[in-house]
């Protein structure tokens, strides 16, 4: 079924009123006097999600903004663009696929037989997959459990990279408090060799399991370190390679060619970025076990929910979505920072740079036509309380405003005292002095204040909260990439250079500068010539 074409957001009348609400009064919005004015903000502007308390109201809106930005989203159809990727429409348009990465959490049915449906129908074809998607689960859930109770194996080491290492990296250290002991967790990405070479010299060839995660199993720089990793085991004893490496592939030839009988597949309707939630998470299960992962995707189910039925003013995700789109399109901010005040999250930067970047990093609409307006903005963060000792300088003084994201928990996993109280402290003094400022005269003092910021605040950190926490940063990036007509879902940017190298890497050996720009041919010389 075709996916109806959607009016982009410039196209909408919606999108031109905010312009002039931005010039008639948004460049000028002050959040004290806000506040001062309203009594109730924080009231408006703050709700509940499963899992996630959301405190929206130190950001640079009022309530006929908001409006008006619920409007955009109707008149942009992101409700049905919602609905047509729940209903497994092929909304992927430049590869043709459906996206159906929340199916990957969708509980199993009660009912029995639902595996045998007939898959001749467009009618039962999710009901066809979603049968696959909880055999492959269970058969990677109960693996897991072998390797947990297998007390010879005290390392796992997972190969991959992009989305096949930064999401299981993420939650494996999200969750260690829930991690079986005596078993740890090394995550090698890099092709540098360095970062292998680290990993591999306080290993053991028969305590060690490697998981080489690439779905297609051709992946560079996951590949070199696969073999350069098979390479080590042997050299250094290790005689089983069936036993000490599974892969995480749907090319199962090439895994059996590489001596890795153990495989678990996944779909061509996983995006990378989104594939923790698949067999990419088998790191994740390792760590926290069979009913640990069955939580962790039941969160994300219960935003997955809550994003798919929610009315637009008490939907969490639409309401993130749609203030990045006044952000970034008509305040002008092209960042935002993410502020994790959990040491345990000190990743959740970088998956969530690569969920936005990627997803929304487009300069085109979904006809291939250049775009008058900015996409994503760029992400980057530190965990507190270490960003406030090396970026929050720029946030409270610095020419640009940078929106921030706190993510706080309000327990903590350990008892150690007076510690979590004076953490949560200093993420609450931050978002209030971002927004109040400081007055002085000679300047050097000087706090302009009214700088926006975002307050996510989870009970605890589990694999539900975590596990909902994800999602609804993924529905957050779908909305805005809706809203500004793109295909969040392709990532053809990461291709061009991976063709070049391959061009490059055998002229570091020949020497050949043939045909390469003068740039790149005289690097190439020093290189080959340095010093």
Known sequence: MAVPARPRGDQTAAWWALQDVYRSSGRDFDLRDAFAADPQRFTTFSQSAPHVFADLSKNLIDAATQALLFELARQCGVEAHRDAMFAGEKINSTEQRAVLHYLLRKQAPAHTGYGQLAINSEANWLAHELAQVHA???????????????????????????????????????????????????????????????????????????????????????????????????????????????????????????????????????????????????????????????????????????????????????????????YRNFLGFTSRS??????????????????????????????????????????????????????????????????????????????????????????????QALMLGQMDAGGHRHFPGNRPSTFLLLEELTPASLGALLALQEHRVFVSGSVWGINSFDQWGVELGKVLARDIEPRLQSGDSTGLDGSTAGLLQKLLSFP
């Open 338 to 431: 993410i502020a994790p005040y959990h040491s345990a999250l000190k990743h959740l930067p970088a998956y969530l740079q690569q969920l936005e970047m990627e997803s929304n990093g487009k300069r085109v609409d979904l006809q291939g036509q250049a775009l008058p307006f900015g996409t994503s903005p760029v992400v980057w963060g530190e965990p507190g309380t270490n960003g406030q000792h090396a970026y929050f300088q720029m946030l409270h003084q610095g020419t640009d405003v940078v929106p921030v994201e706190f993510v706080a928990v309000r327990k903590p996993m350990h008892d150690l005292a007076g510690h979590h109280q004076r953490l949560l402290a200093n993420a609450l003094a931050q978002a």
């Open 136 to 326: 492959t689960l269970d058969a990677m859930l109960a693996y897991a459990q072998a390797v947990r109770g297998d007390d010879a194996i005290t390392d796992v080491v997972n190969i991959g990279i992009g989305g096949s290492d930064l999401g299981p990296q993420m939650a494996v250290l999200a969750l260690d408090e829930f991690t079986i002991p005596g078993k740890r967790f090394h995550f090698v990405s890099n092709v540098d060799g360095h970062e292998l070479a680290a990993v591999l010299k306080h290993l053991q060839p028969y305590s060690t399991l490697f998981l080489v995660a690439s779905k297609t199993f051709t992946t560079a720089e996951t590949m070199t370190n696969a073999q350069s990793a098979r390479c080590w085991f042997e050299r250094q004893g290790g005689t089983d390679i069936a036993r000490h490496f599974a892969a995480l592939t749907t090319n199962v030839a090439a895994a059996r060619e590489f001596g890795i009988t153990t495989t678990f597949g996944f779909w061509d309707w996983v995006g990378g970025r989104y594939s923790l939630w698949s067999a990419i998470g088998l790191p994740i299960a390792i760590a926290i076990g069979d009913a640990g992962f069955r939580d962790f995707l039941a969160g994300a189910h219960a935003m997955d929910e809550h994003f798919r039925t929610a009315p637009l003013h008490q939907n969490l995700p639409l309401r993130l979505g749609l203030l990045d789109v006044w």
